[in-house]
């Protein structure tokens, strides 16, 4: 059992920046894949950002596009999203996911029923 914690969320104004982190004790964080979800009060779970095991590529949703940057250390068992320019609609609970795989097909990282694993979610709130 892959265990993964966020944190760094909080409360910003529009155009602010906030840098979430996902965290896990597994030895083998290395090996999986990570992506970051969000799911605002009524809404969906939708797709912010993934990255694969290796680091080597990154892929985001429309709406993060130029904005978000997904990175991890892998060295330190730790995935970071850094969210810059933020607005009223990123308000969510982010969640941090893991899925060991390596997906030719970008496609399959934009799915939250792909990932095997799931951190408890941080709160950002962003005010106009």
């Known amino acids: 059992q892959v265990q993964l914690e966020e944190s760094g969320g909080g409360l910003v104004q529009a155009g602010g920046s906030l840098r979430l982190a996902c965290a896990s004790s597994e030895r083998t964080f290395s090996s999986y894949a990570v992506g970051w979800f969000r799911q605002a009060p009524g809404k969906e779970r939708e797709f912010v950002a993934a990255i694969t095991w290796s680091g080597e590529n990154a892929y985001y949703g429309d709406s993060v596009k130029g904005r978000f940057t997904i990175s991890r250390d892998n060295d330190k068992n730790r995935a970071t999203l850094q969210m810059n320019s933020l607005k009223p609609e990123d308000t969510a609970v982010y969640y941090c996911?893991?899925?060991?795989?390596?997906?030719?097909?970008?496609?399959?990282?934009?799915?939250?029923?792909?990932?095997?694993?799931w951190g408890q979610g941080t709160q950002v709130t962003v005010s106009s």
């Open positions: 996911a893991a899925a060991h795989v390596d997906w030719s097909n970008p496609y399959y990282y934009t799915l939250a029923s792909d990932y095997e694993y």
